[in-house]
């Protein structure tokens, strides 16, 4: 059996005036992220990882924020073709891991909804998205709420 590994990293700033969509979920809060799609920073570490694992690029190459047809997109549009390209090159998603990087707001009570919306679209069980969360600390930009991170991990198996 032929098993990838891929890992993902995504950053976006906070701003006023959008909306904070986070692994497909909208989690209610004072500011949103930035960026020129939705800026869900989960959805597109775990695009980014998935890439990775089979060496297709990143996000941007295949989404590009300068490409009008992305403007706003919703980014579970993105992991949907995203998983399209690993189906086309004959792999599966085994298991995600990933970790937010926040200060606020606390996600713990959206985790399930997040799971089963990754979950669905990659055609995996709930219980094979681990989305784990942390601060840093009051540290650096992301301790001053200026923004947030996502990283992820991910498994494939050839079919």
Same mark, same amino acid.
């Given at each position: @059996? ?10 976006? =700033?906070?701003?006023? %005036? ?12 004072? =500011?949103?992220? #930035? ?42 549009? #993105? #992991?949907?073709?995203?998983?399209? *390209? ?16 926040? =200060?606020?707001? !606390?996600? !713990? !009570? ?11 679209? *990659?055609?995996?069980?709930? %219980? ?10 009051? @540290?650096?930009?992301? %301790? ?10 991910? #498994?494939?198996?050839?079919?």
């Amino acid at each position: @059996m032929s098993y990838r590994i891929g890992s993902g990293i995504d950053f976006h =700033q906070f701003a006023e %005036g959008r909306d904070l969509w986070i692994g497909g979920v909208k989690i209610p809060h004072h =500011q949103g992220a #930035l960026g020129h799609s939705d800026a869900d920073v989960l959805l597109h570490s775990i695009c980014d990882a998935l890439l990775g694992a089979l060496s297709l690029g990143d996000i941007g190459v295949h989404f590009p924020n300068n490409d009008p047809r992305y403007k706003d997109i919703d980014s579970k549009i #993105l #992991l949907k073709e995203t998983v399209e *390209l690993i189906t086309e090159k004959g792999y599966v998603v085994v298991n995600i891991d990933s970790t937010l990087c926040l =200060q606020e707001p !606390k996600i !713990k !009570k959206f985790v399930p909804a997040m799971q089963e919306t990754i979950a669905g679209i *990659l055609g995996i069980a709930n %219980g094979d998205v681990s989305i784990k969360a942390t601060t840093t600390e009051e @540290m650096g930009a992301i %301790g001053r709420q200026e923004g947030l991170m996502a990283m992820a991990t991910v #498994l494939l198996q050839k079919k």
